[in-house]
């Protein structure tokens, strides 16, 4: 059974570093075809894709954020982990990690998500 | 590129109804269409993948169609039941860039 879950801050202020783990259990990032993606929802509105890691340190990102973001995995704790750098109000959300099978494919498995808000 | 939704739909319970998500460049069938559900406070999770592909446990009254003359994906979920009761998100890539519809809310009443 594959689980996920993120964690990390709930508020933060603004022009600070977010940095978010996604702990997983149930698969592993030495596996061939496996990747880690992260996904934000800003309150009431829609899902909005970030990035991902796979298996053999392939990163890619959301060309709008790609200034922001960095990606990096941890094998041998089974985490991935997400840093925002320069944040402001607009970056307030749930965050989710979600597992694939599939680059740029269906995010099969989902964390239950974690609400950051961005304030001052 | 974009994929468009309604923002909102509804229909009665056992109706059924068909939520279209339409991109507005490059082609619908390049690359495969997601469906995700997320019911308030819960996770997306996939009706259909693949364009048309069912996991385990989405009951069959989940349906998943391209159509190529209108540059669209569509849901369609018949006999509908208060538990379908939720927003549902199309999902595709392009140009190595995962991209979500707005998301349409669906209302069974």
């Known amino acids: 059974q594959i689980t996920l879950k993120e964690s990390g801050p709930t508020l933060i202020k603004p022009t600070q570093t977010l940095t978010l783990t996604c702990t997983f259990s149930?698969?592993?990032?030495?596996?061939?075809?496996?990747?880690v993606n992260w996904i934000r929802q800003p309150p009431g509105k829609a899902l909005e894709w970030l990035g991902f890691?796979?298996?053999?340190?392939?990163?890619r990102y959301s060309p709008s954020l790609r200034d922001r973001l960095t990606i990096t995995k941890d094998t041998s704790k089974n985490q991935v982990v997400l840093t925002m750098t320069n944040v402001d109000p607009v970056d307030t959300g749930t965050y989710f990690c979600?597992?694939?099978?599939?680059?740029?494919?269906?995010?099969?498995?989902w964390g239950q998500g974690t609400l950051v808000t961005v304030s001052s | 590129s974009m994929l468009t939704q309604p923002h909102s739909v509804s229909e009665s319970p056992g109706k059924t109804v068909t939520i279209p998500c339409t991109a507005n460049?490059?082609?619908?069938?390049?690359?495969?269409v997601q469906w995700y559900q997320q019911r308030p406070g819960s996770a997306p999770r996939t009706v259909i993948f693949?364009?048309?592909?069912?996991p385990s446990g989405v009951p069959d009254r989940f349906f998943g169609s391209i159509d190529i003359s209108s540059n669209s994906a569509s849901l369609t979920i018949s006999g509908l039941e208060t538990e379908d009761e939720a927003d549902y998100y199309c999902?595709?890539?392009?140009?190595?860039?995962?991209?979500f519809g707005g998301g349409t809310k669906l209302t069974v009443i």
């Open positions: 979600a597992h694939s099978d599939v680059r740029f494919g269906e995010m099969d498995n």
């Open positions: 693949e364009d048309s592909r069912r």
């Open positions: 149930g698969f592993s990032l030495t596996t061939s075809g496996v990747g």
């Open positions: 460049s490059g082609s619908i069938d390049s690359n495969f």
């Open positions: 999902q595709t890539y392009d140009r190595n860039n995962v991209i």
């Open positions: 890691i796979f298996w053999d340190d392939d990163k």
